[in-house]
């Protein structure tokens, strides 16, 4: 049996992940502080492994003690101590013999873009953790969703993510888009991720790009499915790309409600908010223009349930509110 580990298992996109795995029935997974009963042997365990990361030999002993094959990295990569958590994890992973594949806290795009295309400083984490994975023997790979389309049903679906509105706020009737809104965006629901994330352990071998996305569509489609299920116009403001690079730009009302949630409040959601529009204006997420990859969705077509489509997201959300 392989075994495998979630770090940041109990966060957000984690412990979609970590329940994904579980519910395939092949792995012993944690499931929040409870013991759980083993698919595989019908015993009860308690699954959870602590460390803090600031040894790279005692994490490195930790995975061999408890016979590591894959070790999926699940960390919010936006400030530095968790950047040094994950390179001690890459380590200790590449020095623990049982451990022969890692997928890295990715679940993006490619991070490795140049600033015009993508402008996201906090990118340097994942290039760094990048650079440590291709100095190591081990077998990874980068999982793209491209956008998750959570983001246009809230606040009307259920997600483990944060509240945050991207470039349409319906329940407010407005949307900001970055540049013309005619440049593509890939999209995958959460729960999919996590899904095929899952499925990709099963595959015998690795390409060093898997995508999971269900749904491509450019912002002037999405806001128009979404006038049509609202049953009603959005007020529809278009934003330069230049005025989103230096944050001079719109706040949705709903991220203004939403703010307090945010350590640096207005001033960060909005500068959040820019980065990642002006990042779908310029062509980030548009995922034609990836190069050799494998999409899990087809890979895994007929063999597991239909993934959510965004036409899914916005009927559910919006449909005659």
């Known amino acids: 049996m392989s075994v495998i580990v979630v770090a940041g298992g109990l966060g957000d996109l984690g412990r979609l992940i970590v329940d994904a795995l579980y519910n395939t029935g092949k792995y012993e997974m944690p499931k929040d502080f409870a013991t759980r009963t083993s698919p595989l042997t019908g015993k009860s365990y308690l699954p959870l492994i602590q460390t803090d990361y600031s040894s790279e030999p005692e994490v490195a002993e930790l995975l061999a003690k408890h016979n590591i094959h894959t070790v999926i990295c699940t960390f919010a990569l936006d400030f530095q101590a968790a950047s040094d958590s994950q390179i001690t994890l890459i380590r200790a992973a590449d020095q623990a013999s049982s451990v022969k594949r890692f997928i890295p806290s990715e679940f993006n795009v490619d991070y490795d873009l140049g600033d015009d295309v993508l402008p996201y400083p906090d990118k340097k984490f994942h290039a760094v953790g990048r650079r440590e994975l291709e100095k190591t023997s081990l077998e990874f790979s980068y999982i793209y969703p491209g956008m998750f389309m959570d983001y246009f049903g809230m606040p009307n679906i259920t997600t483990h993510l944060r509240e945050l509105f991207v470039v349409i706020d319906p329940t407010n009737g407005v949307a900001y888009v970055p540049g013309d ?62 005025a989103l690079l230096k944050h001079e730009s719109l706040t949705l009302p709903g991220n203004i409600a939403v703010a307090e949630q945010f350590p640096g409040g207005v001033a960060q959601i909005t500068a959040l908010t820019a980065d990642l529009e002006a990042s779908m204006a310029l062509g980030a997420y548009d995922f034609d223009k990836l190069p050799s990859h494998l999409n899990l969705v087809d890979h895994f077509a007929g063999r597991t349930e239909t993934p959510t489509k965004i036409e899914d997201i916005l009927e559910l959300a919006w449909k005659g509110r």
């Open 181 to 242: 809104g005619n440049t593509k965006l890939a999209m995958s629901f959460t729960k999919d991720v996590a899904k095929y994330t899952a499925l990709a352990l099963e595959l015998d071998k690795w390409p060093r790009v898997m995508t999971t996305v269900s749904s491509s569509m450019t912002l002037n489609e999405i806001i128009a499915l979404t006038e049509k299920n609202l049953g009603r116009k959005l007020k529809v403001t278009y934003q330069s790309v230049p």
